[in-house]
């Protein structure tokens, strides 16, 4: 009998939207049912099989005491763990506590905010613990999360692409906003994924897929001030869904001076 590696799905601070893509991708996620033993995925089963998993697919951020806790065990009991989505690669937009008083958050949503336990800040999965592959977005294209799963399966390197959103606009042909209209676009640092949806109706890239590799934020921003963007503009844009991935955060501070 064909050995099946034991494939958990754990989620922490986000909405699940990474979790239903992988439920989305319908007839390839039977494929990838095949060939995984589907050992914890709550989101879809009550099946659960105790660890130790052979890979663990790991959704949302760290935003409490026990959830920084509970991400260690999950570490302990994976030889393979990924993460999934903004949330857990770069502490997705629940981050933006991080830039205030999480305690006056407190005050003014609960009634008995002595009852909650949170942290100040919301964290990626690897500032917590080692992480083995990331994988952006919000949500995660599930094509590129069933390759994923598929490369473990075979024993090879994963293809997911590595360029910018603006090779996704030269390809379908999207006439750049940037240079066209003057609209602030993330898109010539953000990677690839979504297939540059919304320059293709003209509103700027919002980074939902995170800084590419080597991204020059800051180039690009003074690109935007000097054309007329100010800083003020250019700091929401860069406090989104990815806001606190280091290259998007580095850039908002010091414009936010």
Not at 169 to 197: D, E, M
Request: aromatic share 8%; net charge positive; with cysteine.
């Amino acid at each position: 009998m064909t050995y099946r590696p034991k494939l958990a799905v754990f989620k922490f601070a986000s909405c699940d939207g990474c979790q239903l893509s992988l439920l989305d991708a319908e007839d390839r996620l039977l494929d990838v049912a095949g060939a995984v033993d589907i050992a914890y995925f709550l989101e879809a089963t009550s099946r659960v099989v105790p660890g130790p998993y052979d890979v663990a697919l790991v959704e949302g951020s760290i935003t409490t005491p026990h959830d920084a806790e509970r991400i260690r065990e999950v570490r302990r009991q994976s030889k393979f763990l990924m993460t999934i989505g903004a949330c857990a690669t770069a502490g997705g937009i629940q981050a933006l506590r991080n830039w205030a008083d999480t305690s006056e958050y407190l005050k003014v949503v609960y009634a008995r905010p002595e009852y909650i336990r949170t942290l100040a800040t919301s964290t990626a999965i690897a500032d917590h613990v080692p992480v083995d592959f990331e994988l952006r977005g919000c949500p995660i294209n599930h094509h590129q999360l069933v390759e994923v799963i598929a490369a473990l399966v075979a024993g090879r390197r994963p293809r997911t692409p590595g360029h910018s959103v603006c090779l996704d606009c030269k390809r379908r042909g999207t006439v750049c906003i940037a240079v066209a209209k003057g609209t602030p676009c993330l898109g010539p640092v953000t990677q690839s994924g979504c297939g540059a949806i919304c320059p293709a109706y003209d509103r700027g890239c919002y980074g939902c897929y995170g800084p590419v590799g080597q991204a020059n934020v800051t180039s690009l921003a003074d690109h935007y001030v000097n054309a007329g963007t100010s800083p003020q503009q250019l700091v929401p844009l860069l406090r989104n869904f990815n806001g606190y991935a280091p290259e998007f955060r580095k850039e908002s501070e010091r414009l936010a001076r």
